[in-house]
């Protein structure tokens, strides 16, 4: 079945139903637009069920930077440690490490805290009114984050990095043993020092959000269709989306929040952005485990856990290993024993083991922006790990682009034509 010429357009098409695009669905309704949201498996499907839950907005340092090629050989030694990329892949991704180094210079990490940290304000200020309209206002939570080090040589690394948060007036107190014993009881004493950041936020359960996102969608009329886009084609007045059983939509505007699988859209349009993904492992384990009061954060070994109205997620690290290969669940084992060595009364019976994809560009900045070869396409992808982080403030600047208003932020370093 194909769409008829004759039929009119929807208004907007939003590809992906992510927490990223059902809150542009939503933020597109609230500007009095009809919606429909396509994603080839439904809502929370991908990395928006899985993820961590944090709203990690004083995360505004880009993940390429010189520190992290300066870990990047020890991870890169193990095969099960925060940062691998499969043997078998090493090839493929190699022009993507290329442009990563090159934004790890001096020049583009202090760009890229510029743009971030802007879009961070924007998507803090823009988060609790989104929630309360939503209805799900009563799912956030502001417990803080306690990021722990081992040694006194692993915290002074790091103090370049808090002086930056500092500046922008982030607020955060370094913490001894006995300090940090006081906001989360049952540390391994291995860690000698830690920072306290109260103004990072959290949601209850990421997947339940989104299934409620969803569910509020529908409630205000909008509609959402299961199939996979396979191609984008510009109409003179509007976008004809090709699905799998040869089926057509056509819209007005099409947002394309599709995550790790974006880029294939955009290059059907002929458009080559520099897409990889992250994958990420966790294992979600009874609310019983622990006493978690608080998200935790491992540095050093590139994970976190976290409490969760479902359970604790021990879960985190990077693989950059693609779309296509299996899923190697070892990392989620490997994070979870060296779990229950920093946390000695971890209980890690009855886990359930996860692996999703987190769509990253190598500058850690997302592509927020119109298509070049389609200007009715809005392209509103590549959040790497802060997808749940900067859904609400993308989800206004992509309201704000659909509806011809000025955008709430310089969106120049998001171009998806920067690369």
């Not at 590809?15 to 500007?31: C, D, F, N, P, W």
């Not at 540390?187 to 949601?203: A, D, E, K, M, V």
Request: net charge neutral.
């Amino acid at each position: 079945m194909s769409a008829s010429p004759d039929a009119p357009p929807l208004q907007m098409i939003v590809i992906g139903a992510g927490v990223v695009g059902l809150s542009a669905a939503l933020a597109l309704q609230e500007r009095g637009l009809s919606v429909l949201v396509l994603d080839r498996e439904g809502p929370a499907a991908g990395a928006s069920a899985g993820n961590a839950g944090a709203f990690a907005f004083t995360d505004i340092l880009p993940l390429a930077s010189p520190g992290i090629l300066k870990k990047a050989p020890k991870w890169l030694l193990d095969p099960l440690g925060p940062l691998s990329v499969p043997p078998g892949y090493a090839l493929q991704i190699a022009p993507w490490m290329f442009r990563f180094w090159r934004a790890c210079s001096p020049a583009q990490v202090a760009a890229s805290t510029v743009a971030q940290t802007a879009l961070m304000d924007l998507s803090k200020a823009e988060l609790e009114p989104f929630l309360a309209r939503a209805g799900a206002l009563g799912m956030l939570r502001k417990d803080g984050n306690l990021q722990v080090y081992e040694s006194q040589a692993e915290f002074d690394a790091g103090l370049e990095g808090w002086k930056a948060r500092a500046d922008h007036g982030i607020e955060f107190r370094h913490m001894r043993p006995e300090e940090m014993a006081e906001i989360q009881p049952g540390l391994n004493p291995r860690f000698t020092h830690g920072t306290f950041t109260p103004g990072w936020f959290s949601i209850a359960d990421p997947k339940l959000y989104v299934l409620a996102l969803a569910e509020r969608f529908r409630a205000q009329g909008g509609a959402i269709k299961i199939a996979e886009a396979l191609a984008l084609k510009p109409l003179e007045e509007g976008v004809e989306i090709a699905l799998s059983g040869g089926e057509a939509l056509r819209a007005e505007r099409v947002v394309l929040a599709a995550g790790a699988h974006a880029h294939l859209l955009a290059q059907s349009l002929g458009e080559r952005i520099p897409l990889e993904t992250e994958r990420g492992y966790n294992t979600t384990l009874p609310s019983d485990a622990f006493d978690l009061r608080r998200q935790i954060t491992f540095g050093g070994h590139g994970f976190v856990i976290t409490r969760l109205s479902t359970g604790i997620r021990v879960g985190g690290a990077v693989e950059l290993g693609g779309l296509k290969r299996p899923p190697n669940f070892k990392r989620s084992e490997a994070m979870l024993r060296k779990a229950r060595d920093f946390l000695p009364g971890l209980k890690t019976e009855g886990g359930t083991q996860w692996m999703g994809f987190r769509p990253s560009l190598p500058d850690s900045l997302p592509a927020i922006g119109f298509s070049k070869a389609a200007p009715r396409v809005i392209h509103a992808f590549g959040h790497g790990h802060l997808g749940l982080t900067q859904s609400a403030g993308t989800a206004r600047l992509v309201a704000d682009l659909a509806t011809g208003a000025a955008p709430a932020l310089d969106l120049t370093p998001f171009s998806p034509q920067r690369f």
